[in-house]
């Protein structure tokens, strides 16, 4: 199972609150979210959670197809079974088709094995995957892009921290 957004918006908040502890920031003060990213030179923790994604994905794509990562992704497309009720169920390929839709300059989707033939090829070529998921973030960053505040400070001009990665 992949995170929800829901997932991912609390493991963004719990990366801002220990940001925050780190600066010395409390309560009273403010601060938006795209300066605490800023002033600590960190992007948010979902990203690179993103990113971890889908160069695993890459890796698994560049490997052998007898493997069972691979035989799941090709039964995920061939499975033609009636879906149950309810709300579907966030799998890790809706998740990766749900980034691409971000890309708007791309026609790129998961939804078929012949769609993820095509990522095969391309994952295939490492300096093009690269690239290619170096545009699924920067669309990403593009559209989280938001500057409401964050529980912090009223001035950081003075603050300028590098975390240790």
Known sequence: ???????EEKLDSFHRKQL?????????????KKSL???????????????????LFGQVLRREPSIPANKAMAFYFHDN?????????????????????????RSI??????????LRKIAERRQEWITFTADI??????ARSDDTPAEGLKSVSHVHVKLIQ
């Open 109 to 118: 989707s998961l939804t078929s094995q012949k769609d993820l033939e095509t």
């Open 37 to 55: 990213y800023k002033n600590c030179e960190q992007t948010p923790i979902s990203l690179e959670v993103l990113q971890a994604r889908w160069r």
């Open 137 to 142: 973030k920067k669309a990403a960053e593009a």
């Open 1 to 7: 199972m992949a995170l929800t957004k829901t997932d």
């Open 20 to 32: 925050l502890r780190v600066l010395g920031i409390r309560h009273p003060t403010k601060i938006s």
């Open 81 to 105: 079974a009636k879906r149950a009720r309810g709300r579907p169920i966030t799998t890790l390929p809706l998740t990766l088709n749900n980034d691409l839709k971000i890309l708007q300059n």
